[in-house]
């Protein structure tokens, strides 16, 4: 065993409660990964070695005094600085929030406290969330594992960042219109959008409420689809603070119920072309279903377009609404990529009460369309993303002889927003240049353990994990 910080969560914990590893020592491998590799990556922004090692020699009594352990017992995770941990910094990138930190635990970190993690720290975040790429003024530039002059994604890049390169067992996300997936995607993790509500984001800032309560969700981010499967465990649940929780109880489905589902996937929406690794991941995924017994046919949804439309609606211009007002006398404090999207929010038509309502009610149609194409392919399977991970400040690629623009190369994680469903990304592939290649899976809303068992699947058959070159 070389390096303990690449093993699979689940096997951290399992070692753990068979005394052959400690707690201390799997902390204190972590944070001296921490201390060499954030310095380059620059993925955590706030780690408190001593509250850390306190919390782990509490776990390893836990151990020596009795049997009844959590599911993450003594495993260290990372969770991003836009959800609240008790004494810990919660700035979401920004200088209006400069020194903030959390009086108290959201509930999702209540709960993975209760199932045992020990939290490391928190990382690195675009300002206010609102970029797939991770920077800020507070704490610079992300990178990725893989390429520095790469980013991990955004906006939940330092977390993914983490992950990839051993700094974090495991963690948490959050995802308004891709934040969880594309980062997954170029770093070469697995990740899970959950359907609103269905783990609570009451803790997470900016607020998920009004029209952000029908996009913005938290979820889990790990090298394996088990470990996501126990984060996702861990954290589901009903919390009165969220305004889409519901009593969902967990229904894990085995491998022989799920294949009597028929899968419906493609690789191209029509408008956004991808590039053809991304294309042939999703195909050869398809295939590998296939291959399995999955009942798998090409099929792309009608609506997309309109659905594209509709999330900028929301995400774009409302979010641009409700930040820009945030910086009128504090104009300096604008980092470089939240003045682009302001920009890029202002260039959309202007909103008004009658255009929100209008949106609103067209969204809730769509959505029930959507959702009854969904009832002959109850699983979708697509790019998560038009490119892998592209160089830092890059704005547009040329695919197939068309431009490619920021904002639309993401259109693949922004309908599944818009529209509430659940979605995983798996690292399948690499592409030519050695950049992680995901696919995406698609379910109907509060089915995620539908999801997640056939991601499951999809990494036994395809699954391509590695290090990356930076660890």
């Known amino acids: ?16 409660r ?22 380059t990556l620059n993925s955590f922004v706030y780690v408190d070695a001593e509250r850390v090692r306190r919390e ?58 209760q199932a045992g993690a020990i939290v490391l720290g928190m990382t690195n975040t675009p300002e206010l969330l609102m970029a797939w790429e991770t920077d800020n003024l507070l704490y610079g530039r992300t ?23 051993g700094m974090s067992a495991g963690g948490v996300g959050s995802d308004g219109g891709g934040s969880i997936r594309v980062p997954a995607h170029f770093s070469g993790i697995c990740g ?25 969700v938290v979820g889990p981010m790990a090298r394996t689809v088990a470990d996501l499967k126990t984060l996702f465990a861990a954290m589901q649940g009903p919390e009165d603070g969220d305004a889409f929780t519901a009593p969902v109880p967990l229904r894990w489905r085995s491998e022989s119920e799920i294949k009597q589902l028929r899968v419906g996937y493609f690789d191209d929406d029509g408008r956004t072309p991808v590039t053809s690794e991304i294309r042939q991941a999703v195909k050869t995924t398809a295939e590998s279903l296939a291959r399995v017994g999955f009942k798998v046919e090409p099929f792309r949804p009608e609506g997309l377009e309109e659905t594209r439309e509709l999330w900028r609606k929301f995400f774009v211009r409302a979010g641009g609404m409700l930040i820009d007002p945030l910086f009128e006398k504090r104009k300096s404090d604008l980092s470089p990529i939240l003045k682009q999207f302001l920009e890029l929010s202002a260039d ?3 909103l008004t009460a009658d255009s929100l309502l209008d949106a609103w009610i067209r969204r809730d149609a769509l959505r029930a369309r959507f959702l009854a194409q969904m009832q002959k392919y ?82 036994r058959e395809c699954g391509v994990w590695r290090v990356p070159p930076i660890h």
């Open 348 to 350: 959309e038509p202007a």
């Open 56 to 113: 782990a020699r509490e776990a390893e009594a836990a151990v020596m005094s009795g049997p009844n352990l959590g599911s993450l017992h003594g495993v260290p995770i990372s969770i991003k600085s836009s959800i609240d941990v008790a004494g810990m910094k919660c700035e979401a990138g920004t200088r209006l929030r400069a020194g903030y930190v959390a009086h108290s635990d959201a509930p999702l970190v209540s709960r993975l406290r």
């Open 18 to 39: 068979e005394k052959k590893i400690s707690p201390v020592e799997l902390v204190d491998a972590h944070l001296r990964k921490i201390e060499r590799l954030s310095p």
């Open 192 to 216: 899970l959008k959950p359907t609103p509500g269905r783990i609570p984001s009451t803790g997470h800032f900016p607020e998920s409420a009004g029209p952000f309560a029908l996009i913005g």
């Open 1 to 16: 065993m070389t390096d303990i910080t690449f093993l699979p969560a689940l096997a951290m914990a399992q070692l753990i």
């Open 378 to 459: 109850p699983i979708l399977l697509c790019p998560p993303a038009a490119v892998p991970a592209f160089r830092h400040g890059e704005r547009s690629w040329a695919i197939d002889g068309k431009t490619v623009n920021y904002l639309d190369a993401w259109s693949y994680t922004e309908w599944f927003n818009l529209l509430g469903n659940p979605a995983a990304v798996v690292p399948v592939s690499h592409s030519k240049e050695g950049l992680p290649i995901g696919v995406q899976i698609v379910g109907r809303p509060w089915e995620e353990e539908q999801v997640l068992a056939v991601a499951a699947v999809i990494e």
């Open 143 to 165: 990178n990725s594992p893989w390429d520095l002059e790469r980013t991990p994604g955004g906006s939940s890049g330092g977390e993914a960042a983490a992950i990839a390169s």
